[in-house]
């Protein structure tokens, strides 16, 4: 199986509460390459950009708000079957209804400051570790 690309993001909440460390060691123990990693502060018009797939659903202004309150961490990851592997990493979006020792069940408050993004397909992967990084970025 090649090997593919998936994006994660730590969330305003994440860095708000100083997890960056344990959630990339978690991310890193799961046998994922980070490829790059950087601290940003989207602006409204970057956070539209990203999650423009959402425009028009109910919690997009919300996200839009939270996305932008504050730091957070985009990280390209690799590995064979990164999407897959990367979402039953993370958990539920809702950690109530997250599986036991997943990062979600284990940190995040609760559905709408859920402290990690994940890419949802290997297409999407691609379209937002490009989103965040140039292919001279990704080592």
């Given at each position: 199986?090649?090997?593919?690309?998936?994006?994660?993001?730590?969330?305003?909440?994440?860095?708000?509460?100083?997890?960056q460390g344990e959630?990339?060691?978690?991310?890193?123990?799961?046998?994922?390459?980070i490829l790059a990693m950087k601290q940003v502060r989207l602006t409204k018009?970057?956070?539209s950009a990203f999650y423009a797939v959402h425009k028009g659903?109910?919690?997009?202004?919300?996200?839009?708000?939270?996305?932008?309150s504050g730091q957070?961490?985009?990280?390209?990851?690799?590995?064979?079957?990164?999407?897959?592997?990367?979402?039953?990493?993370?958990?539920?979006?809702d950690p109530a209804l997250a599986e036991e020792g997943t990062i979600r069940r284990l940190y995040a408050d609760n559905k709408?400051?859920?402290?990690?993004?994940?890419?949802?397909?290997s297409e999407n992967g691609v379209r937002e570790v490009a989103f965040f990084f140039s292919e001279r970025e990704l080592l």
């Open positions: 199986m090649a090997k593919e690309r998936t994006l994660a993001i730590l969330k305003p909440d994440c860095v708000r509460k100083n997890l959630v990339i060691k978690r991310i890193q123990d799961a046998g994922f390459k018009e970057e956070a659903r109910p919690f997009f202004d919300g996200l839009i708000e939270f996305m932008t957070c961490v985009p990280i390209a990851l690799e590995k064979e079957n990164a999407v897959e592997d990367f979402r039953k990493l993370i958990g539920n979006t709408g400051e859920n402290i990690v993004h994940g890419s949802d397909s």
